[in-house]
């Protein structure tokens, strides 16, 4: 009976002993990130900008897009307003797909960073008045992005101020790559783009010819009759070898066009978003930049 009382007692503890490592164990967790300058970014740009600058610095940064999401659909959930609110920096883009957050009210103590403030705009297609909110798919904006952003927050924290500069100075020198590779690099013309278009920047600033399904990153999804009819008869008269659809999409205009024209579909990434496995891999922006001059090269 002794022994048996003893063993009682032993499981007991055991017991209170796990619990106990169970209910710290999140408060762990939780406290990996106390103490540190808490940065919200929308979508994969203004985090991937967030994630660079802070590097070496005792910030942490969250992206509220789930990666694979669709931008365009996003809505914040009364977590993510939370997490807005109790945020030191908030990012953001300031697009059509975010007009959410002009009806966020902030915390005084919130650094607020939009950057369409950081670049010429430009209009999404000649028929509305509405501006192209993809800023960052051209390497030369997304440097203006990058230097608007460091110099807001060596603004508002300037005892962070040389690894700000130092950080955007390492990771500029990546873009400023790209942004003279797409000048100097033959690139195929024209793009047949057999999807939505958000690369009105991108195509304007390296003065590429293009076709695209759409005028803009239209909501719809299917092209009119006519203009799959126009996109096939480019391909066909160009010889054009490559057509190009989104990552992230159905791809279903584009296979159309290829089974019409025997055309090679490739990706082109928007950059808006990245899927699970890029952004647990630490995929930045270059990465996209990359993978597009190679999808956009006469070989790969």
Known sequence: MKNKRIIRI???????????????????NRN????????????????????????ELDISVKMLLKPGAELHDYDPTPQDIAAINSADVFIYIGGESETWVDKITFN???????????????????????????I????????????????????????????????LSIYGEDIKRYDQLFRTT???????????????????????????????????????????????????????????????????IARTIADATGAEIRTLYSGHNISQDDFSAGVDMTV??????EALQETK
């Open 288 to 293: 996209i930049y990359q993978r597009n001059l």
């Open 32 to 55: 990996e990130d106390e103490g540190k300058i808490k940065i919200i970014a929308t979508n994969f740009p203004s985090y991937d900008i967030a994630r660079a600058l802070a590097d």
């Open 10 to 28: 032993i499981l007991v503890a055991l017991v209170i002993i796990l619990l106990g490592a169970l209910f710290f164990l999140p408060r762990i």
């Open 186 to 252: 033959k690139l195929i013309q024209p793009i047949v783009i057999a999807d939505r278009f958000p690369f009105r920047y991108f195509v304007d600033e390296y003065r590429l010819q293009y076709s695209a399904a759409f005028p803009g990153c239209a909501e719809q999804t299917e092209a009119s009759t006519e203009t799959v009819a126009e996109l096939i008869t480019t391909v066909k008269n160009q010889k054009l070898p490559y057509i190009y659809a989104l990552d992230l999409s159905n791809s279903k």
């Open 108 to 134: 005084e103590k919130t650094l607020v960073i939009k950057l369409i403030n950081s670049v010429d705009l430009k209009q999404e297609s000649p028929d509305t008045e509405e501006y192209d909110e993809h």
């Open 136 to 167: 960052w798919t051209s390497p030369a904006n997304y440097l203006n992005m990058l230097s608007y952003t460091r110099a807001l927050l060596a603004r508002q924290f300037p005892e962070y101020d040389h690894q700000l500069s130092t950080n």
